[in-house]
Nanobody
Framework: QVQLVESGGGLVQAGGSLRLSCAAS????????MGWFRQAPGKEREFVAA???????YYADSVKGRFTISRDNAKNTVFLQMNSLKPEDTAVYYC????????????????WGQGTQVTVSS
């Protein structure tokens, strides 16, 4: 079992930056793929970024060049650095862990955090 706890969300103006953290406990996360998803009001949960323990990294087109996912396996922590934030980035951001058969589908991940709110004002 893995427990995930996100932090770092908040209110920021457009163009600003935030760094989300996801602290894992239980089994070490270096055996899992770690991902970030987000869900805006009235919308489905969508893929943001993922990083495999091999180092392979994937991003949604909407965040490429602005967001960076990283992981510190020694600290069992995953980060999402978000730069040049836009109002459309406003959502609850969720950390996920698992061995996904499809990187981009939330149902492929077995473990989830409770989410952290990110609000970007215009």
């Amino acid at each position: 079992q893995v427990q995930l706890v996100e932090s770092g969300g908040g209110l920021v103006q457009a163009g600003g930056s935030l760094r989300l953290s996801c602290a894992a406990s239980g089994r070490t996360v270096n055996i899992y793929t770690m991902g970030w998803f987000r869900q805006a009001p009235g919308k489905e949960r969508e893929f943001v970024a993922a990083k495999y323990n091999s180092g392979s990294t994937y991003y949604a087109d909407s965040v490429k060049g602005r967001f960076t996912i990283s992981r510190d396996n020694a600290k069992n922590t995953v980060f999402l650095q978000m730069n040049s934030l836009k109002p459309e980035d406003t959502a609850v951001y969720y950390c996920a862990a698992g061995r996904p058969t499809d990187t981009y589908y939330s149902s492929s991940y077995g473990y989830w955090g409770q989410g952290t709110q990110v609000t970007v004002s215009s």
